[in-house]
């Protein structure tokens, strides 16, 4: 038997995700299971899914959109289904093998938590990987600058996979997820070998925030469009403009351009806006508090259009579309 899991990729909690049901499932087949297939997924407008997925005996998604062709699902994120017709199949499986809770704080906990209720199921160990993948998807982080300055294993494997180009090394990562304390894994020669130069531009970053940031009304725009830097932690805006509500960034690399849109964890006046549904106006998504538009790299413009008629809306700008 052959395991095919995707999940979503350049995330921690997709990878932590990936690693807790992975580990589950050849413990629950055994000998059974020949192989398991760590696959990442990206969203985008579409069909994100790619066209050879699917093909495995047995396929498995999480931290990820539904699609009725899985066989085990695992998701948190408010938009989790791309049509009408998705969350119709989802509500009508009778497998008991597809679950959804778009309250949890990260996908990750919640497999962790429905394992031991579903099928009692525990490890220990992980406690440590779910915590910090509940901190990091919700953003619990104590401040700000916590996020920013980046000291805790945790945030350091976190900047590499969300940086890294190695499509070995997520693999790897899940892996390491799955048997070793976060401490031990961001200590591994593989691990800070590439992610020195990655905390080299994340300072340079907060530099390039700082100059491309547009503030007015609680709301932060920057564009990263023309930069060269492809993305930046999401955090460094609130840590240098403590008084935003909200943030709305757009970025472009080889691969897609980008809309993301966040709430400020630690803002003084309490979030008035359902972020997940302003992004799914223009076929993205995520959740209340954060979100994003993935568009094709040649639609800079379009990406530009969308970010300023998403903060037009978050400002509650009167001709706000």
Request: hydrophobic content about 45%.
């Amino acid at each position: 038997m052959q395991l095919e899991l995707l999940y979503h990729g350049n995330c921690f909690d997709g990878c932590a995700s990936a690693a807790l049901f992975g580990r589950w499932f050849q413990e629950r087949e055994g000998a059974r299971l020949a192989g398991v297939r760590y696959r990442p997924v990206q969203h985008q407008q579409g069909d994100a899914f790619p066209a050879d997925a699917f093909g495995a005996d047995v396929n498995a998604c999480v931290d990820f959109r539904y699609s009725p062709r899985l066989d085990w699902w695992f998701d948190h994120h408010a938009s989790a289904f791309p049509t009408p017709a998705d969350r119709a199949s989802f509500e009508r499986d009778a497998t008991g093998r597809k679950f959804w809770d778009p309250a949890a704080p990260s996908c990750t906990g919640f497999i962790a938590r429905t394992l031991a209720d579903r099928f009692g199921w525990r490890a220990a160990e992980l406690d440590e990987l779910v915590r910090w993948a509940d901190v990091i998807d919700a953003a619990r982080f104590e401040s700000a600058a916590v996020a920013v300055r980046l000291e805790a294993p945790a945030l350091r494997i976190m900047t590499l996979l969300e940086a890294t180009k190695d499509p070995a090394l997520p693999t790897r990562l899940i892996g390491a997820m799955q048997r070793l304390p976060l401490a031990e894994i961001a200590a591994q020669d593989w691990v800070t070998g590439p992610l020195a130069p990655i905390l080299e531009r994340h300072r340079g970053a907060i530099d390039v925030v700082r100059r491309q940031a547009r503030v007015r009304d609680g709301v932060v725009e920057i564009d990263l469009g023309d930069t060269g830097l492809e993305a930046a932690n999401k955090f460094i805006a609130y840590d240098l403009f403590p008084e935003a509500r909200y943030t709305v960034v757009v970025s472009k690399d080889p691969k897609r351009t980008k809309v993301s849109v966040g709430s400020n964890p630690w803002a003084r006046e309490q979030r008035t806006h359902d972020i997940s549904k302003l992004c799914e106006r223009y076929g993205g998504g995520g959740h209340p508090v954060v979100g994003a538009v993935s568009l094709a790299p040649d639609r800079l413009a379009d990406a530009r259009r969308i970010a300023a008629e998403i903060a037009s809306a978050l400002r509650g700008e009167p001709n706000a579309p």
